[in-house]
């Protein structure tokens, strides 16, 4: 597990563009894997339960990557409470589909195959899935970190998200949206 403690928020999002990097390649795997499974049916036992092992995990990554690029997207901008919610929920998620990596290696990893040559794509593929999920586990102690960059309201420390200073009108801006939220949390306490 990584320590995030005194990590800056840009080496944080840099960590975030590394996962989606590592995600995007492991779905690109999977697509090829899918392919291979799909071209040797003859050679696997259970070969839907192994497609549909693929189609699950497939589905659930690009679902990882659409989150990572918001959050990459959006904390360069600053954290929320909302970008700590998504962390925490792709966690949570992560650790609980592992359940499918153990069953999916009781199932087809652990068991002989109608055609032993097809050993080493039945391993990559769990491999690199549980390896994947196991990565995301590590995002639980970014959670900490990130809560260093939000104030106890869930507005943004990283800079007054209410005045920018950059070249408009008269050099000073005032963003409405941030502003009127901000306004409705005082009167909702």
Same mark, same amino acid.
């Given at each position: 597990?990584?320590?995030?403690?005194?990590?800056?928020?840009?080496?944080?999002?840099? %960590?975030?563009?590394?996962?989606?990097?590592?995600?995007?390649?492991?779905?690109?795997?999977?697509?090829?894997?899918?392919?291979?499974?799909?071209?040797?049916?003859?050679?696997?036992?259970?070969?839907?339960?192994?497609?549909?092992?693929?189609?699950?995990?497939?589905? $659930?990554?690009?679902?990882?990557?659409?989150?990572?690029?918001?959050?990459?997207?959006?904390?360069?901008?600053?954290?929320?409470?909302? %970008?700590?919610?998504?962390?925490?929920?792709?966690?949570?998620?992560?650790? %609980?589909?592992? %359940?499918?990596?153990?069953?999916?290696?009781?199932?087809?990893?652990?068991?002989?195959?109608?055609?032993?040559?097809?050993?080493?794509?039945?391993?990559?593929?769990?491999?690199?899935?549980?390896?994947?999920?196991?990565?995301?586990?590590?995002?639980?102690?970014?959670?900490?970190?990130?809560?260093?960059?939000?104030?106890?309201?869930?507005?943004?420390?990283?800079?007054?998200?209410?005045?920018?200073?950059?070249?408009?009108?008269?050099?000073?801006?005032?963003?409405?949206?941030? $502003?009127?939220?901000?306004?409705?949390?005082?009167?909702?306490?």
């Amino acid at each position: 597990m990584t320590d995030y403690t005194g990590v800056s928020l840009d080496a944080i999002i840099e %960590h975030f563009e590394e996962w989606n990097k590592a995600t995007r390649e492991e779905l690109e795997n999977l697509e090829n894997y899918a392919r291979l499974v799909e071209n040797n049916e003859s050679c696997f036992n259970n070969v839907e339960e192994i497609k549909d092992y693929i189609f699950f995990f497939t589905d $659930l990554f690009k679902r990882y990557v659409s989150d990572l690029d918001r959050l990459v997207l959006e904390m360069k901008r600053g954290v929320t409470d909302q %970008h700590i919610e998504i962390i925490r929920q792709l966690c949570e998620s992560s650790q %609980h589909e592992e %359940h499918s990596c153990v069953n999916f290696k009781k199932r087809h990893i652990e068991s002989a195959l109608k055609d032993e040559k097809m050993r080493t794509i039945l391993d990559s593929i769990y491999a690199r899935t549980r390896g994947l999920l196991i990565d995301y586990w590590d995002m639980s102690n970014i959670i900490t970190r990130l809560r260093v960059f939000t104030s106890s309201d869930g507005s943004t420390i990283n800079g007054n998200d209410v005045i920018d200073i950059k070249p408009n009108v008269w050099g000073i801006g005032i963003n409405l949206n941030n $502003l009127w939220r901000r306004i409705k949390r005082r009167f909702k306490k």
